[in-house]
């Protein structure tokens, strides 16, 4: 019998599309991609403005369901990304997408540890990529909200139980320059994150919610570590 929560995502068109093959985003994994549709940040670098003014996707959950039958053995692992997936109660999705055999990624920008919490809990969740959007004095100004003790209270839990996680950060030299990422540097190490900090370039596309340019490349010498691992994915 269908629960509430999964009869409400059911009725709702809430995938704007799928990427039915990747290699590259779930690293050492054959994965499909389900993007969700709107998202509560408002970065302003945001390419994927499409998806987040979205009014109803493409897709039911169904169709994405229908589509992974067919892919048993052929891929392993489902990304969840969006927009912002955790927008929505996952926890009837992911259990399906489990009992189909597939891990699940999740990728977040970390202000719904409840949800996070639920799917942990529930072990539901193989791994998750959060953004650090920005330190905390230019957290709203970049993203539209004041979310950033949300963002370090999901982060501050996933390390104290030592869950599988990476952070990673999108440059845009107009909005963040080489003080900002150390000071979000020196953050996340004084929290005790371990893992790889992932910093990418933004790339310059014909729309963003900002409608800001390319920026300046970031002097990485002037870059702190203090221990941490940091690679640059571009
Ligand atoms: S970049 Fe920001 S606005 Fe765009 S989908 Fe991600 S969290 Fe939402």
Not at 34 to 49: A, E, G, H, I, P
Not at 74 to 102: P, Q, R
């Amino acid at each position: 019998m269908s629960t509430n929560s999964e009869l409400n995502l059911l009725n709702q068109k809430i995938i704007y599309d799928l990427t039915k093959f990747t290699t590259t985003d779930y690293i050492g994994h054959l994965s499909c991609i389900v993007w969700f549709k709107s998202c509560n940040l408002r970065c302003q670098y945001c390419y994927n403005d499409d998806i987040v003014f979205c009014k109803e996707g493409n897709y039911y959950i169904n169709d994405i369901l229908n589509f992974l039958k067919n892919r048993v053995g052929m891929l392993d692992s489902v990304v969840l990304s969006g927009g912002e997936a955790t927008l929505y109660d996952l926890s009837d999705l992911c259990k399906k997408i489990k009992d189909l055999g597939f891990k699940i990624k999740l990728d977040t920008n970390g202000t719904n540890l409840k949800l996070i919490k639920k799917l942990i809990s529930e072990k539901l969740l193989d791994f998750i990529a959060i953004d650090f959007k920005a330190p905390k004095y230019k957290y709203e100004n970049i993203t539209g909200v004041k979310k950033y003790d949300n963002f370090i209270q999901t982060i501050k839990y996933l390390i104290d139980i030592n869950f599988d996680f990476e952070l990673r950060t999108t440059i845009n030299s107009l909005l963040l320059d080489e003080i900002d990422i150390n000071n979000m540097i020196n953050t996340i190490n004084s929290l005790g994150y371990k893992n790889t900090y992932y910093l990418q370039n933004f790339i310059e596309t014909p729309s963003n919610i900002g409608n800001i340019d390319k920026g300046n490349d970031i002097n990485k010498e002037k870059l702190v570590t203090n221990g941490l691992s940091i690679q640059w994915r571009n």
